[in-house]
């Protein structure tokens, strides 16, 4: 079941990669809100397939929607490819904070899970917060099997992104080769990580 963490304004705007996460997370918000979508095209091989998704969906239920893509040729040297992607689509996101609108990513209970997997190999294991400037995380309750789940039951589109399986981004190697014996060690580290986001928005607080 998608859970959805506090309230948000009848109008919002949200970040949709085409993906199943963000088009369920799309799908559902759509029905009790009014939503404008936003899309950024990585320029990768499967940038069209999934804006062209997400464009199909927006034209049926005649969204606002609007596209941007990378801004430069090339990701600075020193860069990883991932960080080069967050920068370039946070840089964009944040052109729209005098907006006062909340601004969804679909960031859900399994990204919290890994992230704190990754970061606590380097030293203090990190909570993805729930609001960051005018973006709203507010699925960070929600597993991925849900969204999945909600796509399958409403017949929503998405795209599969093979390059997703890549180990060689560190996102991908935690998700693929390190998960497994995390929750050998730990099989209940879903809540206990769930129970760490809580009680970091409780100490953070929220603006939304």
Same mark, same amino acid.
């Given at each position: 079941?998608?859970?959805?963490?506090?309230?948000?304004?009848?109008?919002?705007?949200?970040?949709?990669s =085409? =993906?199943?996460?963000?088009m369920?997370?799309?799908?559902?918000?759509?029905? %009790?809100?009014?939503?404008?979508?936003?899309?950024? %095209?990585?320029? &990768?091989? !499967?940038?069209?397939?999934?804006?062209?998704? *997400?464009?199909?969906?927006?034209?049926?239920?005649?969204? $606002?929607?609007?596209?941007? =893509?990378?801004?430069?040729?090339?990701? $600075?040297?020193?860069?990883?490819?991932?960080?080069?992607?967050?920068?370039?689509?946070?840089? @964009?996101?944040?052109?729209?904070?005098d907006?006062?609108? $909340?601004?969804? &990513?679909?960031? !859900?209970?399994?990204?919290?899970?890994?992230? @704190?997997? @990754?970061?606590?190999? !380097? =030293? &203090?294991?990190?909570?993805?917060?729930?609001?960051?400037? #005018?973006?709203?995380? $507010?699925?960070?309750? &929600?597993?991925?099997?849900?969204?999945?789940? @909600?796509?399958?039951? #409403?017949?929503?589109?998405? *795209?599969?992104?093979?390059? %997703?399986?890549d180990t060689?981004?560190?996102? #991908?190697?935690?998700?693929h080769?390190?998960?497994?014996?995390?929750?050998? *060690? #730990?099989?209940?580290?879903?809540?206990?990580i769930?129970?760490?986001?809580?009680? !970091?928005?409780?100490?953070?607080g929220?603006?939304?």
């Open positions: 079941m998608i859970k959805l963490q506090g309230k948000l304004p009848r109008k919002i705007m949200i970040a949709v =085409g =993906g199943v996460d963000s369920a997370a799309l799908d559902f918000l759509r029905r %009790n809100h009014e939503v404008e979508v936003f899309h950024f %095209n990585h320029s &990768t091989e !499967h940038s069209k397939a999934a804006e062209d998704c *997400v464009r199909r969906y927006v034209q049926k239920y005649d969204l $606002p929607f609007q596209i941007r =893509g990378i801004s430069k040729q090339h990701k $600075p040297k020193g860069m990883s490819q991932e960080d080069y992607w967050r920068q370039e689509r946070y840089a @964009w996101i944040d052109m729209f904070a907006s006062h609108l $909340p601004v969804i &990513t679909c960031h !859900h209970l399994d990204d919290c899970v890994e992230t @704190w997997v @990754w970061s606590s190999m !380097h =030293g &203090t294991g990190k909570i993805v917060p729930r609001t960051r400037g #005018n973006v709203v995380r $507010p699925f960070r309750q &929600t597993r991925k099997r849900d969204f999945q789940l @909600w796509a399958d039951l #409403n017949n929503i589109e998405y *795209v599969e992104d093979s390059s %997703n399986t060689s981004y560190i996102r #991908n190697y935690v998700r080769e390190m998960m497994p014996y995390v929750l050998r *060690v #730990n099989p209940g580290i879903y809540k206990t769930s129970k760490k986001v809580k009680a !970091h928005d409780r100490t953070e929220s603006e939304f």
